[in-house]
Nanobody, 123 residues
Framework: VQLQASGGGLVQAGGSLRLSCTAS????????MGWFRQAPGKEREFVAA????????YYSDSVRGRFTISRVRAGTTMYLQMNGLKPEDTAVYYC?????????????????WGQGTQVTVYS
């Protein structure tokens, strides 16, 4: 399974970006998917997750209300709409496919990872 994340870039604080993630190969549309991020010198952290059918979504406290996760219903393409971006959102963003169908918040619950896309927010 290969995951391709795209949509990152350089944006001013308060701006928006939309990340996309597409899974290919021996994929299953019945798996949960999620976004994580890692800032320089910090651990990778959970951002958002969505269940296989889009029915359940979870967000970290730091992005709730600003970011929206979505996916094509039971599909292999996922999005992260990021509004109201802040400099502290600067990180490499990774998409991942979960081991099960649920929306998972722990990285250990994910099996396949994309290569990451850089998001840089300047003030």
């Amino acid at each position: 399974v290969q995951l391709q994340a795209s949509g990152g870039g350089l944006v001013q604080a308060g701006g928006s970006l939309r990340l996309s993630c597409t899974a290919s190969g021996r994929t299953s549309s019945n798996n949960g998917m999620g976004w994580f991020r890692q800032a320089p010198g910090k651990e990778r952290e959970f951002v958002a997750a969505i269940s296989w059918d889009g029915g359940n979504k979870y967000y970290s406290d730091s992005v709730r209300g600003r970011f929206t996760i979505s996916r094509v219903r039971a599909g292999t393409t996922m999005y992260l709409q990021m509004n109201g971006l802040k400099p502290e959102d600067t990180a490499v963003y990774y998409c991942a496919t979960a081991r099960g169908s649920a929306a998972a918040t722990f990285s250990a619950d994910y099996r396949y990872w994309g290569q990451g896309t850089q998001v840089t927010v300047y003030s």
